[in-house]
């Protein structure tokens, strides 16, 4: 059927009138790219089996992306202001505890909301002495550790005895009676129980992820190693750390000015 498709003239026509569209769309400038490049890898295949011609091909690929302005740097929240976030919920509801729990899980792992829905009771284990996170399943398939403070653990043990869960997922729905009910939550819950807390200290504009960008740099200001973090938040590039961390050259108290090889006063 792909030979039958892409073996047409007309069909091979179609997709450079395609492609040639895209930036014409009303999309943001990331997603036109990565449809561009679902294309343009569509169109090496196709070159590649004989199924398309060598023009067609080369126009197809000479179809330019879109450039983009500026970056989209999110929110970071102050230490104040995370620890007002996480002990906003009222700790002597149920549902308050599970939501302090997630949150201080959030802001102190850097967990995207998936990945926190997803979280069981048996990825909690002691590595180094130390609780983790163990098998942790990231964005792409890839695997990792997560460390957990011991008062993120406190958190969790006070949710998790009050909700008497002893397996399976360690966030549960909490009805409007005070009792856990079903086997998880979604990932649209995080975002309300997010939204409702930041509401409460003053920051109304404040999205799940923007707790993962806090937790890079508050451990980046606390003295945390660039590839540390990058281990913590499961990113493939540093780059993509360093975005996260959002830190700017600081020439007034240069991190060269004493490294240890200057001469003695």
């Not at 990565?34 to 080369?58: H, N």
């Not at 399976?168 to 997010?194: C, P």
């Amino acid at each position: 059927m792909f030979g039958t498709s892409l073996g047409s003239q007309q069909n091979c026509g179609a997709a450079l009138s395609v492609a040639s569209r895209i930036p014409s769309r009303q999309l943001a400038p990331g997603t036109v790219n990565l449809r561009l490049g679902a294309v343009r890898r569509l169109v090496y295949e196709a070159a590649d089996c004989g199924l398309l011609s060598a023009d067609l091909a080369a126009g197809i690929r000479r179809v330019k992306g879109v450039k983009k302005l500026g970056v989209r740097l999110g929110n970071w929240l102050t230490a104040e202001q995370g620890q007002a976030l996480w002990q906003a919920p009222d700790h002597q509801r149920l549902k308050g505890k599970r939501d302090r729990a997630l949150l201080a899980l959030l802001l102190a792992c850097g967990l995207r909301r998936h990945e926190a829905v997803a979280l069981r009771l048996d990825h909690l284990q002691q590595r180094e002495e130390h609780w983790a996170i163990v098998d942790l399943i990231s964005k792409g398939g890839h695997v990792r550790t997560v460390p957990v403070p011991d008062w993120v653990r406190t958190e969790l043990d006070d949710w998790l005895a009050a909700a008497a869960i002893d397996r399976g997922k360690l966030f549960r729905r909490v009805n409007k009676v005070g009792r856990t009910w079903g086997d998880g939550m979604t990932v649209k819950a995080i975002w309300h129980i997010v939204k409702e807390s930041a509401k409460c200290i003053g920051v109304p504009k404040l999205a799940p992820h923007d707790l993962r960008r806090t937790c890079a740099r508050l451990c980046h200001a606390s003295g945390g190693e660039l590839e540390q973090i990058q281990f913590l938040l499961g990113h493939v590039s540093v780059q993509t750390t360093e975005r996260y961390v959002g830190c700017k050259q600081r020439i007034r108290s240069a991190v060269n000015d004493c490294i240890g090889i200057e001469p003695n006063p």
